[in-house]
Every structure is written in C-alpha cells, then in structure tokens.
C-alpha cells in the first residue's frame, strides 16, 4: 500500500520560509512525477511545482522563482522550499505522486495535506 506522508506545514510571516517533505513509502512499479498541488476552501485543486521522473521541473506562474521542488534519488521524500511566502500561498498544500504501473497505466496517490498560512 502506497503512503504519502506530508510535513513542514505551520503558520509564517509574510516574506518568511517554509520546506514541505514528502515521505514516500510502499510498492511503486515506476514513479512518473511527484509533485506538489495546493488548495483553498471553495476553488480546484492547483498544481504549484511538479518533477518528473527526467527531473523536468515545473512551476505554477504565481510561485516561480520563489519555490523549489526536489527529491531524493531514490524517491523516498519529495520536497518543497518556499521562500518569500505571500499571503496569497496560504492553503492546504498536498504531495502528489504519479505511478507508471506494469500495465502502462498511470495512477495517481494523495497525502493527506499539511495546512500552510501565511500571515501579512
């Protein structure tokens, strides 16, 4: 059973930092990208940052520059630095992980989200 396990989450000034981990655990055939989504009460979820199995990296426009996304070799834990957080970052902040399975299918896994605020 796949485990996603987030933390890092907490209460922080604006203009201050925080760094998300993700704990990756369980039987994965082949991680495809992991990635980071957030959201608030009453909108979709959004991608913020996603790495792919090639290390391509991808950045939500609103966080560019400010946010980086990372991992281990072995895909144990993903991370994500945010710096320079804004008010507007404030959310429930999700780990998602994309698995290729043996059949060339593409499954989806949620953490349970860790809560960021950010405050002005």
């Known amino acids: 059973q796949v485990q996603l396990v987030e933390s890092g989450g907490g209460l922080v000034q604006a203009g201050g930092s925080l760094r998300l981990s993700c704990a990756v655990s369980?039987?994965?055939?082949?991680?495809?990208?992991a990635g980071w989504y957030r959201q608030t009460p009453g909108k979709q979820r959004e991608l913020v940052a996603q790495i792919t199995s090639g290390r391509e990296l991808n950045y939500a426009d609103s966080v560019k520059g400010r946010f980086t996304i990372s991992r281990d070799n072995a895909w144990n834990t993903v991370y994500l630095q945010m710096n320079n957080l804004k008010p507007e970052d404030t959310a429930v902040y999700y780990c998602?992980?994309?698995?290729?399975?043996?059949?060339?299918?593409?499954?989806?896994?949620w953490g349970q989200g860790t809560q960021v605020t950010v405050s002005s």
């Open positions: 998602n992980v994309v698995e290729f399975t043996v059949v060339r299918a593409f499954v989806d896994y």
């Open positions: 369980g039987s994965i055939f082949r991680i495809n990208a």
